[in-house]
């Protein structure tokens, strides 16, 4: 009888353990994976102060600041004399997770909607990842940006191969990277998917089987507007006969300003 209330015992604690086991908001994730210090309360606060996190940070830093200077400052300066009726939506297909252009070109759309075949991944929990699979996480980020930091774009073959290795994949890490780095507050973020009709649904649509899969964040510039950003992974690919759900839900939002900015 002891042993079994011994065990029980144990099994309880282990249970309210992990109930009481904090969760790190989407903006101090966002804001970790991005080399940028998470809140003070953050359960991520302490792990940031680690060797290899910071090693990670300081990457990041030097490596953003030569793209603010050399790339992003010049877009937002052309932007701003060139692009002056901007509209509150903005579509850009085919370029992946690059929100850190869309922002740069239009910074004052309030939705954004981004399209690519990369997979979106799952929304990730840093604190409950062993050490050295985070050390490993922050290498394949770093890995994923080598070319949209240099050359401007993503290299869709690189991309397949380095948003799937490792626990934190997608490009839901890459997305939280740019709104970070961006200086956007992450309020809520929520996988999504469409149907055939183009109708956003809950979920991240595994079943039943749906056309485009996506994920759907709400942000802010500090204390601005909340905005919204979808990404979609889904085929454009044009085919007689076939209806494609993306356009249907695009469509439904209105006139906006497209950019495309890739190429194959």
Avoid: C
């Avoid at 799937?164 to 740019?178: E, K």
């Amino acid at each position: 009888v002891f042993s079994v209330i011994f065990v029980a015992s144990l099994a309880l604690a282990t249970s309210v353990r992990a109930q009481d086991s904090p969760i790190a908001s989407a903006d101090d994730t966002a804001r970790f994976l991005a080399g940028m210090q998470p809140s003070a309360n953050s359960p991520l606060a302490q792990l940031a102060q680690d060797p290899n996190v910071k090693q990670h940070a300081s990457y990041f830093d030097t490596t953003f600041g030569n793209v603010e200077k050399n790339q992003l400052s010049k877009v937002r300066a052309w932007s701003a004399a060139n692009l002056n009726a901007p509209k509150p939506v903005m579509f850009y297909m085919f370029g992946g997770p690059d929100f850190l252009y869309a922002n740069a070109f239009f910074p004052n759309a309030m939705t954004y909607v981004l399209g690519g075949l990369e997979p979106v991944g799952q929304i990730p929990d840093i604190t409950k990842m062993p050490r050295g699979s985070i050390v490993q996480a922050l290498r394949n980020i770093q890995g994923s940006l080598r070319n949209i930091l240099t050359v401007s774009y993503f290299i869709t073959a690189h991309m397949s191969q380095d948003l799937n290795a490792g626990p934190v994949n997608g490009t839901l890490p890459i997305l939280y990277v740019f709104l970070a780095r961006s200086g956007k507050v992450i309020h809520d973020v929520s996988l999504v998917h469409l149907d055939e009709q183009g109708m956003l649904q809950q979920g991240d649509g595994s079943r039943p089987r749906s056309p485009a899969r996506g994920v759907k964040i709400i942000f802010s510039e500090n204390d601005g507007p909340q905005k919204t950003l979808y990404y979609f992974s889904t085929n454009l690919a044009d085919e007689r006969g076939k209806d494609i759900a993306l356009l249907k839900f695009i469509k439904s939002l209105g006139q906006g300003d497209s950019l495309v900015k890739s190429a194959s």
